[in-house]
């Protein structure tokens, strides 16, 4: 005898299923008017007295700068929020390969549940890695992680935190609900930072000399190292961070622009067909 009831406790399951809205990956929707949402809402708070809620998360964004150089670098170092990120300059095995197991688990997660965006990220991560431990010359890793690393963490760090924001990971990340935070924190980091080298540029804003714990005079200051260590000029650096910016800005767009226009359905159907192929030859 047949269940009536059959059909509806199957849609009720199915509903159950499925993710709230926000958190949907694909949702052309989300895609397309939540980001820009976030981001003017972020703009209104780093233009109002809350300012001062993100102003740790900006200090941290730099020092990871520094710790993630450090890190594909093959060196030991810690990020701490009060302006500071200690670094051993020597290789530490425990590190390279820590950090290389953190890539393969994103691959092999990636591969089990067929989602192409985290294998791609951990391959060329991993490839990234291994260029910066063993191929980069050790004046030009001390450039990367010593001077230019910390500002320039806080432009491409806090873009790859809000572009990160359309990337499905792997379902163990719990990626549909932290992205918001991480987008969030990302947007609150880099339009303080576009706004500050914007204001340098312009000469509004002098350049930042020294270091936050030691002052203005502290000749081990990123900027300090960049002029004095590797011969940058004050007009190179206002240009360089200047057109940093704007290369972010260019990649959130076209991050944007990929997902808005649906371009990122080759990826799932290349996966898609990938999967298929496998069952067959299982089969």
Known sequence: MNNENTPEIA??????????????????????FV?????G??????HSPLVFLMQGFHVWMHEFGHATAAWMCGYKATPL????????????????????????????????ERKLWPMIT????????????????EHQK???????????????????????FYVQMPEGFRWGMCRYIF?????????????????????????????????EDDSNGDMNKLMDDFGWTAAQIKHNYQYLGYGCWVGLGVVYA????????????VSAKFASSEEVDAG
């Open 183 to 215: 987008f969030l924190i990302g947007a609150s980091a880099f339009l303080h930072i576009v706004a500050y080298w914007n204001d340098v540029y312009r000469g509004a804003e002098d350049i930042p000399m020294g270091s936050m714990i030691n002052g």
């Open 35 to 39: 980001p820009p949402l976030l981001l």
């Open 122 to 137: 951990a391959v060329g991560l991993a490839g990234l890695q291994y260029y910066m431990t063993w191929r980069m010359p």
């Open 81 to 112: 929020p009060i302006g500071w990120t200690p670094v051993e300059p020597d290789y530490s095995p425990f590190v390279y390969f820590g950090v290389l197991l953190l890539f393969g688990i994103l691959f092999w997660s990636g591969w089990q």
């Open 258 to 269: 990929v997902f808005v226009l649906r371009l990122n359905l080759i990826a799932d159907w």
């Open 41 to 46: 809402l972020v703009w209104v708070l780093n």
């Open 11 to 32: 849609q009720l399951e199915k509903a159950e299923d499925k993710p709230f809205p926000l958190f949907e990956f694909g949702n052309w929707k989300v895609n397309t």
């Open 142 to 164: 001390e450039f990367w992680w010593s001077a230019f690393g910390g500002v320039g963490g806080e432009f491409y760090l806090s873009a790859l935190a809000m572009a990160f």
